[in-house]
């Protein structure tokens, strides 16, 4: 029989209460909970990471550019809009979105979505994972932080929450951004429902019963302890199988589990449980051959985020005004496509901000065209850091202006990219 010291062993470090794997089998999500507080404020966020580094010259189609964007890919480029199906769908005149992205035209339209372009870390790494580092940390060109954006923004906060859903990764591993935060890995909600698990769940919960009188908690850590069952109860009551999406709604049913995350997202965000970030990844980004702009890998992992995204956002629907989902990747690609038609390595890029506080229907950029002699080695330079979008989200829809201790040693330029609540 497990003893209290080895739970303690088990449960981690800086006073919060963890789930070890000794007592609940691998598929559970690992709990973890911050003190005792009053409920959040501000907008629910979502942080969607896109890990391989984008091509965000083949979502954002800088197609006034002319012959410096068409010359330089002879067959990744998107034609001008008007050239047929397999065109640029038109935003401003100047920039057009990749044609998988045609769910999100009308959010876009109608203000709800915003686009910034020649955005990223000035970093100038072209290594995966100094510069999604980097970029989560929130100090580029720092290893030493330790902890992620995020986890600074919700250890500074003027207010706090005791929920355990406070801060959710969604998939196996929490996202360095969330360092600090002790949030909730949650690989899936659907786990506690499928394949007869709810037995597995009733022994681990008895295993933990052994060591503690959660109805009756006698100190702090019993008290935790009955956390761990409240969440556990919550989960099974949230079924992620039998959940029904609002207003026609249908996510994306791809392998990686994008759509089921945001899909798990949403209903975590109207279950009101204390919910205030989330973060998901969609990877397999990183196309050095074979990209497929136009029929092939590429345009069907693009249609998965569109489809996600324009899910999410008819399902969300009246809910939307309360939450800001952001888009970031660790780089872009280089401007000319490579030789097994695909694309290298990057810098400057692309994040899309959504939600009802987003000041969309336009395009965030200080372009600097992509004509040779201002391109950065090869690739799209950045004029836009994109510490500034989210010092915007932070201050303007967080409700959170400790900027300072978010991002240190940073100050940032006001880009217009979001109105306050």
């Known amino acids: 029989m497990p003893t209290r010291r080895d739970f303690l062993r088990g449960a981690g470090a800086l006073g919060a209460v963890g789930v070890s794997k000794r007592f609940f089998p691998a598929w559970m999500p690992r709990l973890a909970f911050r003190q005792a507080s009053q409920a959040s404020r ?17 979502v954002v189609v800088p197609y006034g550019d002319g012959a410096h964007y068409y010359d330089a890919r002879p067959t990744q480029a998107v034609a001008e809009p008007g050239s047929g199906s397999s065109a640029a769908l038109d935003l401003d005149g100047y920039f057009g979105f990749h044609p998988a992205f045609a769910p999100l035209i009308d959010i876009y339209q109608g203000g709800a979505l915003s686009v910034v372009h020649a955005t990223g870390s000035i970093d100038p790494s072209r290594s995966h994972f100094d510069a999604m580092q980097f970029m989560e940390y929130g100090t580029p060109g720092s290893k030493t932080t330790g902890t992620g954006w995020i986890g600074r ?49 009733r022994r681990a919960q008895q295993s933990l019963m052994h060591l503690y009188s959660v109805s009756a908690p006698q100190d702090a850590l019993q008290s935790q302890a009955g956390l761990v069952f409240e969440t556990i109860d919550l989960l099974q009551a949230l079924n992620a199988v039998t959940y029904q999406p609002a207003n026609g709604a249908v996510y994306p049913e791809d392998e990686e589990g994008f759509g089921m995350g945001l899909r798990q997202i949403a209903q975590l965000i109207k279950a009101n449980v204390g919910l205030e970030v989330a973060c998901l990844d969609l990877g397999g980004w990183d196309t050095h051959e074979n990209q497929g702009t136009h029929d092939g890998y590429f345009q069907s992992q693009l249609a998965v985020l569109a489809q996600g995204l324009s899910a999410f956002y008819a399902d969300m629907q009246d809910l939307m005004p309360g939450v800001t989902v952001v888009t970031m990747s660790e780089f872009g690609r280089r401007v000319a496509e490579n030789g097994s038609a695909g694309t290298d390595h990057g810098h400057g890029n692309f994040m899309l901000v959504m939600g009802g506080g987003a000041q969309g229907g336009r395009v965030y950029a200080d372009w600097p065209t992509l004509a040779p ?45 979001v109105t306050a609540r």
């Open 153 to 201: 923004h919700l250890q500074t906060a003027s207010w706090q929450n005791d929920s355990p859903f406070r801060a959710v990764g969604m998939g196996a591993m929490s996202p360095a951004s969330l360092r600090g935060a002790t949030p909730l890995s949650l690989r899936s909600i659907a786990d506690f429902h499928l394949r007869g698990r709810e037995g597995e769940l």
């Open 42 to 58: 501000g907008d629910v966020l979502v942080a969607i990471f896109l890990r391989g580094g984008i091509d965000g010259l083949s």
């Open 373 to 417: 002699e201002v391109l950065n080695d090869g690739d799209l330079a950045i004029t836009t850091d994109y510490r500034d979008v989210l010092a915007e989200i932070l201050t303007y829809r967080l409700n959170n202006p400790a900027l300072d201790q978010v991002f240190p040693n940073f100050t940032p330029t006001p880009r217009g990219i």
